[in-house]
């Protein structure tokens, strides 16, 4: 089976002064996660996770879009049927990442966009991040840990109103719910989560890893199970009709008529 192509240039690493940054770069597709982006983003924080000389890590986009979530058309092609998929290969390495993530997010931050957030130690947001957890309505079920996590930072009710309407919501929403440190203009955010990561770069590196180990102990292995839970659920509800209709809908420009499934 073979995946969309990545172009060299869909992920862009730099690393400098103990910061690793990773740049979504696939504005045509407004930054959508391919199979083979998913891979490069893994590969990325494994040996982010390996280099000594990285102490802290960056994800930003573009300050008008940080991802459209996954590549729809990708995740039609190659849905993702076993856990080492590329994307569950993802989730299991941004969850369980030791070092510091910082993320800059402008724009829309759609499925995956917003649920890699919740793996971040930091989060900075352009005034025009508009976030959205639209599983509902693609006929899914929430991924990457987001059935637990959300509720978890955010309380049950707030988690509900997004996980079960699906309705995007904007950064001020964001920082009221907690999700988010602080809203900048769009222009400003890359460089915030820049200057934030280069002050965690200068920190001793064993103190980082001990306190973010003991900050996420109390849920790791609950976070695990449930990636692999929602991913089981996600992988079989991708071929079910509803998504198909979901999916085929997004492709042909119309809305989804979910009214026979
Ligand atoms: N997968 C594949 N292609 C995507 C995509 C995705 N997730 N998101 C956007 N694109 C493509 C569009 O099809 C469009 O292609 P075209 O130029 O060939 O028509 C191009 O990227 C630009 O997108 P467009 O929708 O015109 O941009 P916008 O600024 O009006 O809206 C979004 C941006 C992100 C709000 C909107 O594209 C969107 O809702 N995308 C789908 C998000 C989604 O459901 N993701 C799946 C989560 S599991």
Redesign the pocket.
């Known amino acids: 089976m073979t995946s969309t192509p990545q172009t060299p240039t869909d992920i862009l690493l730099h690393t400098d002064a103990g910061v690793m940054t990773i740049t979504l770069n696939r504005l045509?597709?407004?930054n959508?996660l391919t199979t083979a982006m998913y891979d490069a983003l893994s590969d990325a924080l494994e040996s982010a996770n390996h280099d000594p000389a990285v102490r802290a890590v960056v994800i930003q986009g573009h300050e008008t879009?940080f991802s459209?979530?996954?590549?729809?058309?990708?995740?039609l092609n190659h849905p993702p049927s076993t856990p080492d998929a590329p994307v569950f290969r993802f989730m299991r390495g941004i969850s369980s990442f030791p070092k510091p993530l910082v993320a800059a997010v402008c724009g829309?931050a759609?499925?995956?966009?917003t649920t890699l957030l919740l793996h971040c130690d930091l989060v900075y947001a352009g005034d025009n991040a508009?976030f959205?957890l639209?599983?509902i309505?693609?006929g899914?079920c929430p991924?990457a840990g987001s059935s637990f996590l959300l509720a978890q930072l955010v309380g049950y009710p707030r988690a509900a109103e997004a996980l079960l309407l699906g309705e995007p919501f904007m950064a001020e929403t964001a920082l009221e719910m907690g999700l988010i440190n602080r809203i900048v203009p769009p222009a400003e955010a890359n460089a915030l989560a820049q200057r934030q990561a280069l002050k965690l770069a200068a920190k001793p590196l064993a103190s980082l890893l001990e306190t973010k180990r003991l900050m996420k102990k109390t849920h790791a292995s609950t976070v695990s199970e449930r990636i692999s839970e929602e991913g089981a659920s996600f992988g079989r509800m991708l071929q079910e009709p509803a998504a198909r209709e979901a999916f085929a809908a997004?492709?042909e420009?119309r809305r989804p008529d979910f009214s026979k499934v």
């Not at 459209?68 to 995740?75: K, L, Q, R, V």
């Not at 759609?110 to 966009?113: S, Y």
């Open positions: 045509e597709r407004k959508s879009v459209a979530g996954n590549d729809i058309g990708d995740f829309p759609v499925g995956i966009g508009a959205s639209p599983f309505n693609l899914l991924e997004f492709m420009k």
